[in-house]
């Protein structure tokens, strides 16, 4: 049995290169998924359900953002 070194088994890295290593232990998956959900539709001036192609991960993105603005916000 040939044991590893722990420097071969892990390695170094900044806290980028490990986000953009594995973004789905930050973000979420990165991977385009398809759902039907309902969407308001502009041309009906209304809400419709229909079938979109989204990624979880750069909605997160978002609605982190949303988030954090109204955090720092004085009401």
Do not use: V
């Amino acid at each position: 049995m040939t044991h590893q070194k722990i420097a071969d088994k892990y390695q170094k890295k900044s806290q980028l290169e490990h986000i953009l290593d594995i973004p789905d232990t930050y973000i979420g998956s990165i991977e385009k998924q398809e759902e039907s959900l309902y969407i308001f539709n502009e041309t009906k001036n209304k809400i419709t359900k229909r079938k979109i192609t989204y990624i979880a991960g750069l909605q997160r993105i978002f609605e982190e953002i949303l988030l954090n603005s109204f955090d720092q916000t004085e009401l």
